[in-house]
């Protein structure tokens, strides 16, 4: 029913989404020229992270899951099977990685190191104070972390935890967050619990990304819960990726845009 659904959502993506004459907006039309035309164009995945991203669907070792709530072993999977269906596709780790580059985010929070590809794509032009990276699954945290930290990046953090445990004590540091990529657990529940946990931090200048947010029928009516929410102004829809803003200045729009 999944892959059903996400098929219908792609063929409605497909015919409703708009391009660049269809935007009125100087903001916007900003982030088709220094985001959008750029991501189409990038390269960054010619580089280091494709030799990572090969490696690690040549890795056929198993990874034990593990139950965050009961610490129990849940089964095994394969680090291969994770990168090929788990990790950020180029195309959209293009977008973060332009998102980062163009508006020069100080203080960002990843939510799903997941392998770390997507952190790579961020990290690579992120010029910031802190980075922080939150994985729950140890055994993906340890893949991650291998080859992070051969970056040498004083400004990444790798955490290993649950959200919900990781996160009081990173907020607490920070009045503010300027970028964050959720890409977690993917209910309704949880999704609109990290929107509500942040609200609180973000400026005029801040970001809050969402991945597969026409994975199921849940993620679709949260994401529509988060668009219409009073605090939020822009939105973006590139099918995968939902994109907010919060700055007051801008007229409030869901904009689907062809990608």
């Known amino acids: 029913m999944t892959k059903l659904f996400q098929f219908k959502e792609w063929l409605k993506y497909q015919f409703i989404a708009e391009n660049a004459y269809t935007i009125h907006s100087p903001f ?19 580089t280091h992270i494709s030799s990572v991203f090969k490696e690690l ?34 195309k959209f780790g293009h977008i973060l990685h332009q998102l980062v580059k163009y508006f020069k985010p100080q203080i960002m929070i990843e939510l799903g190191t997941c392998l770390g ?64 990529f959720i890409d977690g657990n993917h209910t309704f529940e949880a999704t609109q619990e990290y929107f509500t946990l942040f609200l609180p931090y973000m400026n005029e200048k801040s970001i809050l990304v969402f991945d597969d947010i026409h994975w199921s029928k849940d993620m679709l009516n949260v994401w529509e819960y988060i668009y219409q929410h009073p605090k ?28």
């Open 28 to 46: 916007l039309y900003q982030f088709w020229e220094n985001v959008i035309k750029p991501a189409r164009k990038d390269t960054l995945y010619d």
């Open 57 to 90: 669907c040549k890795n056929n070792t198993y990874l034990k899951k593990q139950d965050l709530g009961t610490g129990k072993n849940t089964g095994h999977e394969q680090v291969s099977y994770i990168a090929k269906t788990s990790s950020v596709r180029p």
């Open 232 to 259: 939020v102004s822009l939105t973006i829809d590139v099918f995968q990726l939902g994109i907010c803003f919060f700055n007051s200045n801008v007229s409030k729009e869901n904009k689907i845009l062809r990608y």
């Open 117 to 180: 590809i997507s952190t790579l794509y961020m990290l690579h032009d992120f010029e910031g104070t802190h980075f922080y990276s939150i994985e729950g699954s140890p055994a993906r945290h340890n893949i991650a972390k291998s080859h992070l930290e051969t970056l040498k990046k004083q400004n990444l953090i790798l955490l290993q935890n649950s959200f919900e445990k990781e996160l009081p004590s990173v907020l607490a540091k920070h009045n503010t967050i300027d970028l964050i």
